[in-house]
């Protein structure tokens, strides 16, 4: 920016400036780094790997009671480049909980909408609203925005498994509500299937004709089972031909994101094959399922195992290379994105650069 | 009506009708029935018994070749109420077709969108836009609106389904087009799966992120399989916890009837058990694909068998009341009134009288 | 369609046709004209002129009175080519209706929807649930599907105006309900501006924070004032640069046509310029408000005058040719066909034929 | 929140702990303060005045020129409660801009979108992609995302109006981009009417049949006029009989909001008059542009005047008491609130207080 030639001495301006300050005022001319040519992401490409994960939180589960409050026995992944913000990027936070055999999480429920992925292990049941969802390796847990849930684990067996939730945006936009369920005991329900796949599982296209009047803003479908992920993504790679593919979660009545703040999907990446390099506005947060290989995140390439959590900050290019074959699950804010008309992508394989003309939308 | 005393004599009055004729005018007060209190529905309650329809089938496959020329080997179901028009209720063509072993029906493709629906038997191929469908019992598979379709039976034995059309509504909209494929020979691929299942039918809510562009107007999936309605079905039941379940077929990626102008629905109705009686505007077809009962339409009670083809008239009382447990498809032109705000629903069962306060809306 | 050789002998065949018979079912190869290369259409460019229509509207309000029944003092256009059906085009009814001074047409409701456009006269005063409109010259007034409405002349002049009505389509759809209103005797209530009015004809784009619950299927705003079409219409022409500009009555609130069967449109072609040869699948009447031109439709040519009516058959290429400046206003079932995924369009002019490729679509 | 005990003696929490900053985790039981039984809103009720808004920027003018480089001469709000965030609320950028008679301020576009309400004063222009749009007293203009635009004031008088932008929602989400215009000069363009306008702006559902194609996510209407604006104001007030009248401003064509993170609305309200006393989710912005009263916001009670520009935080009670008839218009964050399934609204009237049950939503 070119040097500016004020009309005025320093001593008016230095009084024009106190003015400013006294009303509350600030002048444009002396902020800088608001209007950006590309976005001045602060978050970082980060990994924490499984491994360690398991291990804290193993270590967190000897020491550490769960106790009422509304808090859980959860570690949040930190972004080394948000300052101590608690958040895996500057909109999605990303933790692990850890619940030892015969633990309760009793209910509660809060505006911040959460999802549970589950990368190994089985046995604990998430009840949402009253409906137990029994969770295993592979399996896509929600609990949408306002409902109420609790997590208890019958057997004798610990389990770990990853939240995301929402929480950055909804503080951001100053609405978050909390509430306490009503009892200090969790319910410890179990069901050989919860009634939300009871309606909403049946097969593919299929919907009830009189079911339960659908919730807004989300998918009525509160579990999706490995079992059918995996045979999906089986069944999709036959199809394609290609060397990965991707599926997204969606609402089974409606279409659409199964929730209106966070994106789920999942890669499966053949070995030796690779995605292709990417970048989109907002942030997205992966977590490996199963094998091995290489994340590249911007300019950094992370080893990647079962259960690591990574970072991917708004418009960082990524792809996932599979050592050997990959499924990687991916949570990212773009229903946020595309409702606000803000999604931006940009395709950087060598495809992609192919048929690019330089500008990124 | 009160008797009209009109202020002319009636040699002026001849003579004004007289002039309106001349300019191609009518007057309304003339004119009777037009605006009736109910629907005066024409389309008489109507079965077709799947033993009649499977011999005639049989004999004219026996008697007629398929020939070159947009023609099939169909017997269409003509109700008895609409004066000899080849529809099975006033919005929706219903028929038979019937292919024997090695013979093939080459592609067309017309504006009037078709579904088919399998009772029994397996082994014909339908080419949709050249994606070869495999046709077997208590599928459902649809030709959409100006799609090339063409129908092969590469095995030994004949092969009867019911087709259903929504000829007469596209013909009530002067909108019919219709052009033969490029080839006076049918297409006789094969494939272990359709690429639109391969994409489409993976799991409830499990979406393609890079999938081919959407058709506008209609699921991309088209074909729906027994064995996953009769999964969904089942699950479906054991959820409700009724004698009775009913599952509609949708476009799995954005929600939705499968088809623009017809819904397709399925009930499984257990032994003893019956659906409420209930009435709507639009016609209805039903086909009986499983077990034995009686269905009721209007004042009439018709015991009904496998492959029984059913006629339910707008605004007429139906239900299904199961000896066995029975498994009814059903095809309605509800998208249509749906779409034009002319959908009015009924509920006549004791449910629904206590509900109502007399009027139909 | 070559000739096609049974297999069977007459005697054979003939008893397998009264099979068929006897079960009210029809063999499709007998069958012809159901699948066309282009619509069928039995419908004929019409024209209806205003002078005639005027002149047996008056004679019909001497010698013909106004009564309770549902009934009103209306001429309908009877396309020569639907063999007496009273309709203007295969899916439109359009009719003249003549109110003397002092007469009252009392409240009915029916499903079928119906607009009022008015080419000269004002002061009848149409009730639509109670919500009193005021017709004059040039204004476009909706009573749509199940709303009561009537009809009071408080002056001494007769008023004749133009009614479209979506009845053949609700006829097809064995979905026509009526009612007679409450009183025998019409509301005879005036207002300066209607409630409708008050609250969604403010200004384009701004609408209450707070209004009345919106019905379902249509437009709020149920009269389109002439003073704001012709300055909308002077507008648009400015802007477009071109000899002619379109505009589309829409809902003010949601967007969209105003009713979910018919579409408004009204377009002013300057002196000596003509609109664009076009046609499309569904039906059209036109209406001329302003000037004196040509109507071309399929081969014909019209002289066109105020207060004429035109028949626009589906798929009929058609253009005004303006001698003097023209406005004409337009009602087509567009919406029908958008919806049903049936709308086909062609661009028949200098320019489409230079964009097109040969097919239609 | 109960003591928690712990299962661990210190030092072996400490070596947990430390591990877990090491490896970029936190504990969720040592955080406090994320999940809150309402909204921990930071932002104060706050009122800017428009006589000292008026006098600063004028100081402003005479000392600070407007230069290259993406900044305006632009005054910014600056909530106390933000820690010194150039934001009136948290979601909402708000300032005011002063322009001295012959200058200009060049082209550049950025994903934040920006609209413009002028209080007093007229003659500047701004340009939307080219689209010369006059600006006077009480006019709204929109310069959506990533439209390039510029001012310039051809007259001798200097002109001030205010500006709201998105950029916080925007820089939360790391989506912001920024592009100077092509050239180092404003194009000082003018017109009789905008395009913008001459395409929608005609009359209220009356939108062109062949218009331009239509931006996504926002209004293609660009500027609404005060003469409308205060002519729909009062047409909505006799309509209503109540002492308020509220009116939103929309896109004409598809309806809803005029951008896809801005909601604008206006209120009247008569002279002794108050609205309703409510709160909802979100920030909001008020500009007090006719009449003098009280504006109440939380627990304080702000006096009112032309020109002032007051913050109404997320969840905070605010209405307007009226000494003389007041117009007020507001921008809020709430078609963000609505996308994301994050609007709660609570009426906190006598009216409201009687219909409530106790919850908020």
Known sequence: ???????????????????????SLQPLWELSGLLTPEPR???LPHRWPGRELRELGSRAGDLVPVDR?????????CNPGLGGAPYAVSTLWAAVQYLRGHEVAPAHRHTPAALRFVVEGEGVWTLVDGDPLHMGAGDLVLTPSWTFHEHHNPGDRPMIW????????VAALDAVFFEEGPSEEADTRTAPRSASEGWYAGAPGLVPVDGPALPAHRSPLL????????????????TTGAGHAALRYTDPVRGG??????RCEITRTCAGAATGLQRQTGGRVLCVLHGTGTVRIGDERFPAEPGDILAVPSWSPWSVEAG???DVFSTSDAPVLEALGLMRTQDLSAAGAAARTGAGR
Not at 7 to 14: C, F, G, I, N, T
Not at 69 to 77: E, I, N, Q
Request: glycine residues 8%.
């Open 324 to 326: 050997e074959q990959m």
């Open 162 to 169: 990853m939240d995301v939730l929402d929480l950055p945006v």
């Open 41 to 43: 992401v602060q978050g």
């Open 69 to 77: 409050g509304g808090d859980r026995r959860v570690l949040a992944c």
């Open 257 to 262: 994101d199964v929730l209106p703040t966070m």
């Open 1 to 23: 920016m070119a040097t500016r030639r004020f009309r005025a001495s320093e001593p008016e301006l230095d009084l024009l400036y106190g003015s400013f300050a006294e009303r």
């Open 223 to 238: 579990a999706y089972r490995w079992a059918d992920t995996d045979r999906a993504l089986g069944a999709l790679l036959r």
